[in-house]
């Protein structure tokens, strides 16, 4: 990698193609840099990338999700069209919000989150993954992000939110366009689907008021707490927030894990032999995370006043990320961290975040990426790439670390 004079732009060509000796600069150079996004115009934003900075960050109260009036300033910009959805994502939305009306919705959704509610559904998760390598092992060659990686989630995700059989192909497009983004699917195709998909979850919202059922959506619907409930705004942000991050996340958690014990054979080989070793494979989960999870960042934040460390002043007003993928990788926080140890303790990685935004459904990503790469590793002795490792391409997308596909041989 060629260092960078001056500035670093997130989601430049450069920047895709070696992440991690970015971030290794950042860390050693200008662990509070003003760089740019290049998917934001070439905005400027402010990157904290060393662990200990970015923990701080995460739980300082001088950096906000949401300013006051930032919320509506941002829908003025918007046509009619697109206004409704981006509403939702950003005025209802949980992650987007500050105590103290962050706590109060975090307070009524957090229930059925918990490790033990999660681990409730760990056998319908197994059953799944079973059942679709029943249908790709007979295949030999299959593309597995798309044919074992996603529909996990995506049907755990169905499940809990109660979604009818008869409309989740229609919730399905609704999924793909929160997570695609306008930006690459394009305005109109976008506000399409992301309507569609508002008015499905209202429906739904109105159909479990009235005939209530086991899932988490009636779950959320009938929570309470202090005597407040979610509003309707809210619990369809909740499931808007659900997709993203209960299943965006984990597919291209599942994803990234299988290629990173692919490319450390003497750690899979560990697995494989301890298939019943509990510990080891949650040990496991949280390297994968740490090495090589998804998420490069969390949600900007904006800082309400002048911010100054190592002698560098983030003024008020400057949106700022603090950089994950950079702090995992801290020498300062773990020892060799460009290793992947499978027994690596202690592991206090930021792949989930921290503070108050720690992510709710990190539980579910585990659970669900411990419980799926068990059955592919126990049933596939032979598993192996089914291209050459430089061909595998990632997406463009600044703090994502997402392949286009992974191709494997089963067997």
Known sequence: MTTPDTTITVGSPEFVADPHAHYAWLRTNA??????MAYMGDQDVWLVSRYEDCRLMLADDRFLRSPEGQGPAMLAGFPDSVREPIRLMTTSNMILMDDPAHRRLRKLVAKPFTPRAIERISGRVDELSHGLLDELEPLGRVELRERFALPVPATVINEMVGVPHADRERFGRGMNALVTGMARLGQESWAREMNALTELVRELIEHKRSEPGEDILTGLIQAEEDGERLSEDELVAMVFLLVTAGYETTYNLITNAVLTLLDHPDQLARLRAAPDDEALWRSAVEELVRYGGPIGGTKPSTTVEDVTW???????????????????????????????????????HLGFGHGVHFCLGANLARMETRVALRALVRRNPNLRLATDRSELALEPMPFWTRYEELPVHLG
């Open 310 to 348: 190592h002698d560098t002043t983030i003024p008020a007003g400057a949106t700022v990320i603090p950089v994950l993928a950079a702090a995992n990788r801290d020498p300062a926080a773990f020892d060799d961290p460009d290793t992947f140890d499978i027994d690596r303790h202690p592991n206090a």
């Open 31 to 36: 662990p509070v840099h003003r760089g740019r």
